[in-house]
């Protein structure tokens, strides 16, 4: 199974998503107008991947901003990496990244925290 | 039209303006006025991040819902955009475009409901739209005035120029305490 890397744009995300490695990486900012166009390719990649996930998968996302568009897109694709870890012998954990004076981002995390079954680590950074 | 070109005049009154625009929205002029949001100095990180969020969810919610006709002689497509300062204590963002009536009347009911609603509420609110699976067919999940709400924490305000039975200039004010 292939990498997937997306190179970010003023409007959308930084993505690497690694197969072999098990970490998958989103970084910077989604505020694409039309979120779903954006987001489906890294749905399909999950949905693959998760035929062959690795043991421990972990997505480290890192973002400065979202819009409400690329909200439930977010919860999409950690409703894929839940999936992925109900699977016998899988463990996946997301770790949020948040500046640390940005509680909106933390409340962001919280919430995605409290709809999904899935360890979740809220990680504070410098900024 | 005299009255829609004069209206961002009437809104920003004697306030600090930090940024404004009118005329004809496209993705280039969405692309400079956010690279300007960023760019705003003397605020707090907060502040401008809230800023930022708001700004995107008015600009993008303008693209997806605004009547995109040409009138008399404002450019089609037209919009307002303004961010002031009030008193030092408070910024206004405010975002205006034509509509219909129906839309009109969709976004007066969603302001007045949410205006009645605290901040759990409204965070339980948007929780449960997130978790919908809903999409409108412009890509969009029916959280933008809530988020832009829950940001603001402050009373939603619409100001409109009623222009015949079913085209109104609707503009949203969204105020944002200026924290340090």
């Known amino acids: 199974m292939n990498k997937l890397e997306i190179i970010g744009t003023a409007k959308t995300p930084t993505v690497n998503f690694n197969p072999e490695s098990g970490i998958l990486e989103m970084k910077g900012r989604s505020i694409p107008e039309n979120a779903i166009e954006f987001f489906k390719p890294l749905v399909d990649w999950l949905e693959e991947y998760s035929k062959s996930a690795i043991d421990l998968t972990q997505a480290n996302i890192q973002l400065e901003y979202f819009n409400t568009s690329s909200s439930k897109c977010i919860l999409d694709i950690f409703k894929k990496l839940e999936s992925i870890n109900k699977q016998d012998e899988k463990e996946v954990v997301i770790n949020w990244y948040y500046e640390e004076d940005d509680e909106d981002m933390l409340e962001a995390g919280e919430d995605y925290q409290s709809i999904l079954k899935i360890p979740f680590k809220m990680i504070e950074i410098e900024e | ?180």
Do not use: W
């Open chain 2, 1 to 180: 039209m005299d009255n829609v070109k004069n209206f961002l005049s009437d809104l920003i009154g004697q306030n600090e303006v930090v940024l404004k625009y009118s005329g004809h929205y496209s993705e280039e002029i969405f692309k400079d006025i956010m690279y300007k949001v960023e760019n705003i100095g003397s605020i707090s990180n907060t502040a401008k991040r809230k800023i930022f969020f708001i700004s995107v969810e008015l600009l993008q919610n303008v693209h997806h819902h605004s009547l995109k006709d040409k009138f008399i002689d404002l450019p089609e497509n037209y919009f307002h955009f303004a961010i002031t300062k009030n008193n030092g204590k408070f910024f206004k963002i405010c975002a205006g475009n034509f509509v219909n009536r129906k839309k009109y009347n969709t976004l007066v009911s969603k302001i007045e409901q949410l205006n009645l609603l605290n901040y759990d509420e409204l965070r339980k609110l948007y929780k449960t739209v997130l978790n919908n699976n809903e999409y409108s067919d412009k890509g969009g999940g029916g959280l933008g005035m809530i988020d832009i709400k829950r940001k603001s924490e402050l009373k939603l305000e619409h100001q409109n120029i009623f222009l015949n039975n079913n085209l109104y200039f609707f503009n949203f004010s969204v105020f944002l305490e200026n924290k340090k």
